[in-house]
């Protein structure tokens, strides 16, 4: 905006002050006209061709300005262009993190009335998160894609209800199973009693995981994560996946992490093939 109001003033400027010496210039002609014998030739030369010069300078400064305009314009345009293509890329490479945390921003209480909604505090955060810029696409505008991305994910992941989790540790086992099975996954919970640390095994697309279910009121620690890594070398599978509706404590992450177990909440089952793919080591 600044910058527009400075080249305006510039123009204007530029265009009076080259009036003012045209001007001076016809009046020193008259002058000399009223006080000799009369303008000499190249006074009238100048006479006649001034009107014309101040036309074709006033032409060819506006014609300027005009392209100066049109690049900013087509600069600003592809500035927005790519922020938008930034974001939408970033929503579907952080789909799974982002859905959980734009679902579980809302809270409601036992008969369903909202008590807080942080959403667009969530998505806010997301954004800023990925390098966007208000400068090249207001907030609002973002806010709004972002959120047409999310709800535009398949009808599927729409209706997968994460907030309707049973009570029961053996109901939340049938419950991932089954919606993990809607998912594409073909599931078979191992013996109860006798599970080795693995509760649901998971396979799609060649990849077989196994998963231990943590129906937990606490933050999950590093005793599910040793047992999901024994699990899985016993069973002989390729992925340990420990699923809690709880979180994590910080040492169960960093044991995850150096063991590569994935450590995913059940808001995150619609994507846990994504995860899985994503978390898989460099080399493998």
């Excluded at 900013?72 to 952080?94: C, F, P, T």
């Excluded at 709004?144 to 029961?168: H, Q």
């Amino acid at each position: 905006m600044l910058k527009n109001v400075w080249s305006g003033i510039r123009f204007a400027a530029t265009s009076i002050l080259m009036w003012i010496v045209i001007l001076v210039a016809l009046s020193a002609a008259m002058a000399s006209t009223t006080s000799g014998g009369g303008p000499s030739g190249w006074w009238a030369v100048a006479m006649l061709l001034s009107p014309v010069a101040a036309v074709w300078v006033t032409h060819m400064l506006t014609k300027r300005r005009r392209s100066r305009d049109e690049e900013r314009k087509a600069s600003r345009e592809r500035s927005r262009w790519e922020m938008r293509q930034l974001i939408v890329s970033s929503v579907e490479r952080h789909l799974p993190a982002l859905t959980k945390n734009y679902r579980t921003a809302v809270r409601r209480n036992d008969y369903g009335v909202i008590l807080s909604d942080n959403r667009i505090a969530v998505i806010l955060e997301f954004l800023y998160s990925i390098g966007y810029s208000p400068t090249h696409l207001g907030e609002q505008e973002a806010v709004g894609l972002v959120i047409s991305e999310l709800e535009a994910k398949p009808a599927s992941s729409a209706t997968f209800d994460p907030t309707r989790v049973p009570i029961n540790g053996h109901e939340f086992e049938d419950w991932v199973a089954d919606n993990l099975t809607r998912f594409g996954w073909s599931c078979s919970k191992t013996p109860g009693g006798g599970d080795q640390g693995i509760d649901v095994i998971a396979v799609k697309d060649g990849l077989r995981m196994g998963i231990q279910c943590k129906l937990y009121s606490q933050a999950v620690g590093n005793k599910a994560v040793q047992e999901a890594l024994s699990g899985v070398q016993y069973y002989g599978l390729d992925r340990a996946v420990v699923l809690s509706n709880a979180p994590f404590t910080a040492s169960a992450k960093a044991l995850a992490e150096a063991a590569n177990v994935l450590l995913v909440s059940h808001h995150e089952i619609p994507h846990l093939a994504q995860m899985a793919l994503q978390e898989q080591p460099t080399g493998e």
